[in-house]
């Protein structure tokens, strides 16, 4: 059974940055897009970012541009978010999610696997 584990989630101050891994096992991780997905109390999950298969193509919702950088290494079977200059709305449960294919998506039903989540809390 494939399993995800997230890690990295804590509290920090805003203007901070957090490093989020997701270990991915018993998933052939080469040939998965992943993504990262994150949840904030009463709000639906929403896309931070993906990446592909290979790790050539990534996307990121606006809102984590050029703050947020996912990455991936295929032989640790392992994919990164690095959260730059956080803020108090980036406050949420952080999600890694697995799809077999290239191609990354946006949409959360579009992954079949996911973890069991990571919080990040940032304050001002």
């Known amino acids: 059974q494939v399993q995800l584990v997230e890690s990295g989630g804590g509290l920090v101050q805003a203007g901070g940055s957090l490093r989020l891994s997701c270990a991915a096992s018993?998933?052939?991780?080469?040939?998965?897009?992943m993504a990262w997905f994150r949840q904030a109390p009463g709000k639906e999950r929403e896309f931070v970012a993906a990446i592909s298969s290979s790790g050539g193509s990534t996307n990121y919702a606006d809102s984590v541009k050029g703050r947020f950088t996912i990455s991936r290494d295929n032989t640790k079977n392992t994919v990164y978010l690095q959260l730059n200059s956080l803020k108090p709305e980036d406050t949420a449960v952080y999600y890694c999610?697995?799809?077999?294919?290239?191609?990354?998506?946006?949409?959360?039903?579009?992954?079949?696997?996911w973890g069991q989540g990571t919080q990040v809390t940032v304050y001002s």
């Open positions: 018993r998933l052939t991780f080469s040939t998965a897009a």
């Open positions: 999610g697995a799809r077999y294919g290239s191609t990354w998506y946006p949409e959360a039903r579009r992954y079949t696997y």
